[in-house]
């Protein structure tokens, strides 16, 4: 591992199954999918069946608070020493990995495999740090995580980290010049359960191509002085997770032994925002047991002082959408917004008055749902150009703004790194 520490992050030391492994079953998908489909889960077990799989080394969130979550936190350390005992997971090298991810969607997702230095990541909303969360932390999401990885030697990844890089200084480049050279990848694999394809392609640490990456993050961090340079876009709680181990262990460690400890550098895929196989879908809002008429009322009290108009034909002030059953949607317009964001403006207004709602994908989800007694509320989703400065301006995003992409899009894991 090289430590790359005014940049936040470190050239891994990465471990890939032994050839011959069948990655189809090796692979499987991040922990907090399906989270409501044990169906999913139980078929994913059945396409792993006995051979290696990292399904044994992750605690999927389905079984959380079930028989199940303490046997697979029993056995997920031992199986874990037993892939490295038996060389079922060989070390690559120092190096990055470049992933292409293809799927029914998008024909490919670019990524890079790298380090993050959890002394330079906070979640704390405000932080002025080199990583930051995007969204709020559910500090109960944590403990079950930080279990795992006290006892196991080995993290296995989901998270996706974003990088602002309109002009593809960094990933981009990275791949034109693995291209021009002809590098072969290190796997390249179907993924199960209609989730795609994904091939990856190691670039060792010295090479040309593995500078012109740290080169390329260095442009990036110079350019924003506010010193942001790494966004979480996905795996917040796995991050926060490796932040909450490694704080438990610092503290016992030398500062020699601080500087390189393995478990102080968590695993991650970096994507460019700017990516056009990442898509930013909103999460949109179903209130409760209030109708459109009185949820629009309580909404001219709530922002009485910020410009409110309905149905305004102005497009220039921020707006959101009020639907229910059987009458016409109307546009709420602010003119000035409590927030940067319409969602944030809402949701501010959702906690504020202590209304019931819940947090639904896709615009026909919320129209199917506004029925007698409750109220729709349609957001318009965020700009990739202004995603940065509106966590540098606002600290995090309000819960429930944002999916990258669906489910079966999410990161597999595949990767690992020793964090002992």
């Known amino acids: 591992m090289r430590t790359i520490s005014d940049l936040g992050f470190a050239v891994p030391d990465i471990l890939l199954p032994q050839k011959g492994t069948d990655l189809k079953k090796w692979a499987v998908i991040a922990c907090d999918q399906y989270t409501s489909e044990p169906d999913y889960w139980e078929n994913v077990s059945g396409e792993a069946g006995d051979a290696p799989s990292t399904l044994n080394l992750v605690l999927p969130e389905v079984y959380l608070g079930t028989d199940k979550e303490n046997e697979k936190l029993g056995s997920i350390a031992n199986t874990a020493r037993r892939y490295l005992d038996e060389g079922i997971l060989k070390e690559l090298g120092t190096g990055f990995i470049l992933t ?3 799927t029914e969607l998008h024909p490919s997702r670019k990524g890079l495999m790298a380090a993050i230095d959890l002394e330079g990541y906070s979640f704390e909303p405000g932080n002025k740090n080199i990583c930051r969360a995007t969204e709020g932390t559910v500090l109960s999401r944590i403990p079950p995580r930080v279990r795992i990885r006290a006892n196991s030697p080995l993290e296995l990844p989901h998270i996706m980290i974003l990088i602002d890089d309109p002009d593809g200084l960094t ?17 390249d694999t ?14 060792p640490d010295g090479s040309a191509i593995a500078e012109s990456i740290i080169n390329g993050l260095s442009t990036l961090k110079a350019r924003n002085e506010d010193g942001l340079l790494f966004l979480v876009g996905d795996g917040n709680h796995s991050l926060a997770s490796a932040k909450a181990h490694w704080e438990n262990i610092r503290s016992g460690l030398s500062d020699e032994e601080k500087i390189n400890h393995p478990a102080r550098y968590a695993l991650a895929e970096i994507v460019n925002i ?25 909404a001219s009290e709530y922002f009485k002082d910020c410009g409110m108009e309905i149905n305004s034909a102005s497009d220039d002030k921020q707006s959101f959408t009020v639907v229910t059953e059987g009458a016409e949607d109307v546009k709420i317009s602010l003119a000035n917004p409590p927030h940067t964001l319409a969602i944030g403006s809402v949701q501010m207004m959702i906690d504020s008055l202590k209304l019931e709602c819940d947090y639904i994908h896709g615009e026909d989800s919320v129209r199917k749902l506004a029925s007698a007694g409750n109220t729709g509320i349609l957001v318009p989703g965020i700009s990739k150009d202004t995603f940065f400065g509106t966590v540098e301006k606002e600290g ?17 894991y595949l990767e690992a790194k020793k964090i002992e």
């Open 100 to 102: 292409d991810r293809a």
């Open 171 to 187: 990933i981009g480049k990275a791949f034109e010049m693995a291209s021009e050279e002809g590098l072969a990848p290190v796997y």
């Open 396 to 412: 995090v995003f309000p819960r429930k703004t944002f999916s990258m992409g669906e489910a079966f899009e999410k990161r597999f």
């Open 274 to 298: 700017h990516d056009k196989g990442l898509d930013f879908e909103p999460i949109h809002r179903v209130v409760f047991n209030i109708n459109s008429a009185e949820f629009i009322n309580k």
């Open 190 to 203: 179907d993924l199960m359960l209609g989730s795609g394809h994904i091939k990856g392609t190691f670039i």
